[in-house]
Every structure is written in C-alpha cells, then in structure tokens.
C-alpha cells in the first residue's frame, strides 16, 4: 500500500503561469516532507522542504503547503520557466535518531512539462 | 565541492551473478543512504549507514547488503541476481549525527544503472 501518493503522472503547463503538483499520504506519523526534482540521467535534486509544524515555506518560486488534517501537501512554481519541467518527487519521513532523517518514503513522481 | 559520486555509471550482469556498485558522499557528510528505483516509480529505501553499521533497513531481501568504511564511502553488493534487479540504484548523503537540529537533508548521486540479462 503506497503511503505517498502523487495521483497526476504529468502535468503541462504554459511558461509564465503556475504550476501546482499535488501530493497526499496515508501515515500519521510521517514528520517532515520534502519535494525533489528530476531530470533523465540525474539523481534527485532536493528543492524545499517542510516540516510538520508549518504549513507553508517559501524559496524563491517555490512555495510548498502542508495541510496536516487533510494529509496533503502541494508544490506551487511561480512563475514557471521552461527549465523547471522535470519529474517532481514528494517524500516524507519521521523523524529518527534524535532528528536526522531517516527513510525516505518517495511517490511516484509527477512530469511535469513547461511550454514557451 | 564535489558532491555524491557513484560508480559505476552502467552495469550488465546476468542472473545469479554478484554486483558492488560504489557511492562517495558530499564532503561533511557521515550517512549513506541506498535507494532502488525501478522504471516508472519513485527510489525505495534499501538500508542507511552511519558509523560503519547498518542503521536502518527497508524491505529487501539480505541478497542485499552493504558496507561503509572508515572514510564514510559505501558499496552496495547484490547477490544471486534477478531479472527484477534491473533498475537505477541512488547513493544518498546527508548528516546523520544526532545533530539536535532539524532533519538534515539526504543529497542524491546520478545513480548506477544495473541491468539483469
């Protein structure tokens, strides 16, 4: 039973607009959440991240929001360029080890394409 | 600063052969972190070492197994391999000590593709 879900395996967007990938999961106990972008040929890129007590943290374009009771987060990029289109993973975790992270419990990834 | 690094880039193996596949970790950090990711899914935790031992592990059978030495570098070796091993295999690092802090954040390498023929 998969414990992060991103139900949209694509997305296309026009460059300038925004881009929103969804993201829910099932496990209460999961601690912080974290979005990683990748291209064909790369490892993952961490992007930004979120822990439980937030609901909403900004980097540059990027603004991630937690909604705890709903079990649900979201990426918005703002405005998005023809560099971001990439796949998008979500990931979350507890908390371990006096808090560094330990597993991380990936989705499937979201493509999501940017056209001029 | 070089970041995580793995070798090798591509591998073919046939069944029931054995792989090492090789990850350095991002300068400062002391954990390594394997990940599987198959076609068309997100990476899945193999296992976590910190101070040379196994910290944590996911759910892969112990055909699966790992090693971290004293320079904080680590190898991933898969015994009796399976068609169903093919797939991309992630090191990631990231500062594992119990820093107190908030989470550190795993760094990925650009994977070891492996291909089970």
């Known amino acids: 039973d998969q414990q992060v879900k991103q139900n949209s395996p694509s997305l296309s967007v026009q460059e300038g607009r925004i881009s929103i990938l969804n993201c829910d999961y099932t496990n209460s106990m999961f601690d912080y959440f974290l979005w990683y972008k990748k291209y064909p040929a790369e490892g993952p890129t961490f992007l930004i991240s979120i822990s439980s007590i937030k609901d909403k943290n900004e980097d540059g374009r990027f603004t991630v929001f937690l909604n705890k009771s709903a079990k649900h987060l979201s990426l918005h990029i703002v405005p998005s360029q023809p560099g971001d289109s990439a796949v998008y993973f979500c990931?979350?975790?507890?908390?371990?080890?006096?808090?560094?992270?330990?597993?991380?419990?990936f989705g499937k990834g979201t493509k999501l394409s940017v056209k001029p | 600063d070089a970041g995580v690094t793995q070798s090798p880039t591509h591998l073919i193996k046939t069944r029931g052969q054995q792989v090492t596949l090789r990850c350095s970790p991002k300068?400062?950090?002391?954990?390594v972190s394997w990940y599987q990711q198959a076609l068309g899914q997100g990476p899945q935790f193999i296992f976590q070492?910190?101070?040379?031992?196994?910290?944590q592990r996911g759910n892969f059978p112990d055909r699966f197994s790992g090693h971290q030495f004293p320079n904080y570098s680590s190898e991933l070796n898969v015994n009796a391999l399976l068609l169903g091993d093919s797939a991309l295999y992630l090191c990631?690092?990231?500062?594992?000590?119990?820093?107190?802090?908030?989470?550190?954040?795993?760094?990925f390498g650009p994977g070891t593709r492996l291909t089970v023929l």
């Open positions: 990631a690092s990231s500062i594992g000590g119990p820093s107190g802090g908030a989470a550190d954040t795993q760094y």
């Open positions: 300068s400062g950090h002391d954990t």
């Open positions: 990931a979350a975790t507890p908390f371990y080890y006096g808090g560094s992270q330990g597993n991380l419990i």
């Open positions: 070492y910190y101070e040379e031992e196994e910290r």
